[in-house]
């Protein structure tokens, strides 16, 4: 009726047999290596919808479509401005693909104005396609590193005028 614990019984106890057990019931074998070894899912791109009005500059590693209208700079792997956007300012992108308005310079990788596209400013670019129809004010450069570009100008103009 009475028997020994296993309490006192060299070895795991019952409560760290249990928390093994929850641990390798949640988690399965070896998914600490593979969740490190396998890049992550690309996550889905920020829409910014066509009531939206931002007024600031916006900044990510990810992607961003435009609807509505933006007053400031963007920064982001892919922008899409869609037919009906604005945006007032620099953008700077590995790919830039512009359906609607831009008024400022634009600096990519690649650079893709479709036929709806208005742009006003200088663009900055390494490859760039301009479809039949879009509307371009501005010059255009091209450049093997068009998004560093302006970062490394400036301080050596900056570094310029600090010395005379």
């Keep these: ?20 057990k929850g641990t390798d019931a949640a988690k399965p074998a070896g998914s600490d290596f593979k969740a490190s070894a396998t890049p992550k ?9 066509s ?4 007024t600031g500059n916006l900044k990510t590693s990810g992607d961003i479509q435009v609807e509505g209208q933006v007053e400031g700079d963007i920064r982001a792997h892919l922008l899409t401005v869609g037919e009906g956007a604005t945006v007032k300012g620099e953008v700077v992108a590995d790919d830039v693909v512009v359906n609607g308005r831009i008024v400022g310079r634009v600096r990519g990788l690649k650079v893709r104005l479709t036929s709806t596209a ?3 400013g200088d663009i900055i670019h390494k490859t760039i396609a301009i ?3 879009a509307h371009f004010e501005g010059s255009v450069q091209r450049q093997d590193d068009p998004l560093a570009t302006g970062s490394k100008k400036m301080p050596t103009a900056a570094a310029t005028d600090a010395k005379s």
């Design 41 to 49: 899912a690309k996550p889905a791109p920020s829409m910014l919808s």
């Design 131 to 133: 479809e039949s129809g």
């Design 118 to 120: 208005r742009v006003e």
């Design 1 to 20: 009726m009475f028997s020994k614990s296993k309490i006192n019984e060299p070895g795991p106890n019952a409560s760290d047999t249990d928390t093994a």
């Design 51 to 54: 009531d939206l009005l931002i």
